[in-house]
């Protein structure tokens, strides 16, 4: 019996349709989760995780200590990977939103990796 998908898994589906990361041109995608934000970008040909940064970690949590804004954690999740991305020479990327609106907390990490370096 075929699962059932929410409207947001249905629309991440229809955009992976579309959106492949390559070994030039790899995949950044964000998953949003109420506390949170996690980001990766995956080369999909390859089938690897080249770099990845998330809301959670001690560094992210240092980083935006001071910091009351409502989305610094996802601006320093998005400047984190850039750097991570940059280091292992990757300069541009294609970007998955993984079906959620770009607004908000996803809108935010994409302008800070762009800010940081990122093309997309």
């Known amino acids: ?5 929410g409207g947001r898994e249905r629309r991440h589906l229809r955009i992976r349709k579309k959106i492949k990361g390559t070994a030039e041109r790899p995949r950044l995608v964000v998953f949003r989760s109420n ?3 996690y ?3 995956v080369d999909d040909v390859g089938g690897r995780t080249i770099a990845g940064a998330c809301g959670s ?3 992210i949590a240092e980083k935006i200590k001071e910091d009351k804004e409502r989305f610094a954690e996802s601006r320093a999740v998005g400047e984190i990977l850039a750097e991570r991305a ?4 990757i300069n541009r990327v294609v970007f998955d939103r ?3 609106r770009y607004h908000g907390r996803i809108k935010a990490l994409a302008d800070a990796a762009r800010k ?3 093309e997309f």
């Open 1 to 5: 019996m075929a699962k059932r998908l």
């Open 35 to 37: 506390k949170h934000i």
């Open 39 to 41: 980001a990766q970008i």
């Open 57 to 59: 970690a001690k560094m």
């Open 86 to 89: 940059i280091k292992k020479g």
């Open 98 to 100: 993984a079906g959620y």
């Open 116 to 118: 940081a370096g990122l």
